[in-house]
């Protein structure tokens, strides 16, 4: 198990420049995946502004994390 430097969020679109190619598709698909919940919770909740940047957060987060368990 190797230990890595947390990165912040806001950095995690720089992350993908810095990425092999085949890998953007699995973090931009945990990516889309978290706009689109965030999107839609915050739709019930009537509270867009709150839901739709923790959705993107969430979703990199999981996209960062399934990158580093290959």
Do not use: C
């Amino acid at each position: 198990y190797k230990h890595r430097k947390a990165i912040p969020v806001g950095m995690a679109f720089f992350y993908l420049l810095h990425m092999k190619k085949e890998d953007h598709s699995v973090f931009i698909t945990f990516l889309n995946v978290g706009l689109v919940i965030g999107l839609i919770v915050g739709l019930l909740a009537d509270n867009i502004g709150l839901w739709l940047p923790l959705g993107v957060a969430f979703g990199a987060a999981l996209g960062y994390q399934k990158l580093e368990e290959k």
